[in-house]
C-alpha cells in the first residue's frame, strides 16, 4: 500500500493553510480549562488537511481573492472534527490516528459535549463568514452527516445491512462534506448555478472514492499503516462494501464468522486464525473487486465534472489529479 502524500498537491496553497491553521488555533482557544485541554488534545493529532485543502484549491481554481477562504477551509474542518470526536465515542474508539481518542482519555461525557462545542462554534463561524449560500450549504452537509450517523448506528450489528444502507452512509458522511468543500470556491466568486454545480459534484466523487478506498484498506492495511486496529469496521458492526459483497458471495461461510467476532465483543481483538480466514475467504471470493472499480469509476467521474469549468489552470491540473492520487493508497 502506498502512503499518501499530498505535499506536492498543497504546496501552492500553503500560505493558506498555515493561515488555517491559525484560524482553528484562534477559533479553538477557550478560557474554560477543560474545553482548552480537549482541543490541544485534538489539534496535536491533526490529519492530512485534505478538507480544508480542497476548500482552498477550489478557491484558488475559481479565483477567490482575500481570506474568506480560509475562514470557510477552518469550519469545514471543525465539521469533520466534530464527527470523528463523536464517532470515537459512539465506537468506543482507543486510537484515532495513532494517539488515545479524548473519550479513552476523558471518558465518553466530557468527548460528546466537547464534540457539541465544534459544532456549535463551526457554526459560528460559518455566520460570521456572511455568505447566505455557504450557511445554506454548511446546514445541509451538517445535517446529513448526523443523518448518516444515525442511520450507521441503526444497522450496527445487523447482518441484514443492505447495500442501500451502506451507500447512504457513505454519501451522508464523507461525500457531502467534500462536495461542500469544493462548492466553496464557486460560491465565494458567484459563479453561476451550473458552474457551482460541478464543483459540487466534483468534490462528491472524490468523497465516494475517498470513501470506498477507506473501507478497503480495514481490509488490506495493517494496523500501524491505518493508526487504528485492522478490520476495526467489522469488529465495530459496520459492514461495509467489501464485507457486504462477501456475505453475498459465501453467505454459510461467512455469517457464523462474524457472527462469532460479534458474540466476542468490539474492544476484543480478532485471533490470527480467523482474521486470517477472513482474509482468504476475501481473496478466494474476490470480495475487494467491486468496491476497488467504484473508488476508480468514482475518481474518473470527479475528473470528467471539471471538464468544462473554467479557471486557474495549474490549480485545475491539480485537482485532475487529486482523485488518482486518493485511489494509490489502495494500490
Known sequence: MSRLDLSRYFLPIAPKLAGVEIELQRILQSEVEVVQKLADHVRGGQGKRLRPALVLLSSRFCGVEGD????????????????????????????????????RLWGNTLTVLFGDVLYLVAMSEAIAGRSWRMMEIFAEVTTRMIEGELIQNDVLFKLNTSRKDYFDIQERKTALLFGGCTETGSVLTGRSENECRAMRLYGLEVGRAFQLVDDLLDYTA?????????????????????????????????????????DRGEEVPIPEAEEAKLRQLIDRHGALAETRDLASRASRNAVAHLADLSGDRDTGDLLREIPEALLSRSM
Not at 478490520?231 to 458471495?249: A, I, N, Q, V, W
Open 68 to 103: 474568506a477562504d480560509v475562514r470557510f477551509a477552518a469550519v469545514f474542518e471543525l465539521t469533520h472534527t466534530a464527527t470523528l470526536v463523536h464517532d470515537d465515542v459512539i465506537d468506543h474508539a482507543q486510537l484515532r490516528r495513532g494517539m488515545p481518542t479524548l473519550n
Open 222 to 262: 495493517t494496523s500501524e499503516q491505518l493508526g487504528k486496529p485492522a478490520f476495526s469496521d467489522l469488529r465495530e458492526g459496520k459492514l461495509t462494501l467489501p464485507m457486504l459483497t462477501l456475505l453475498e458471495r459465501a453467505p454459510d461461510e461467512v455469517r457464523p464468522l462474524i457472527r462469532t467476532i460479534w
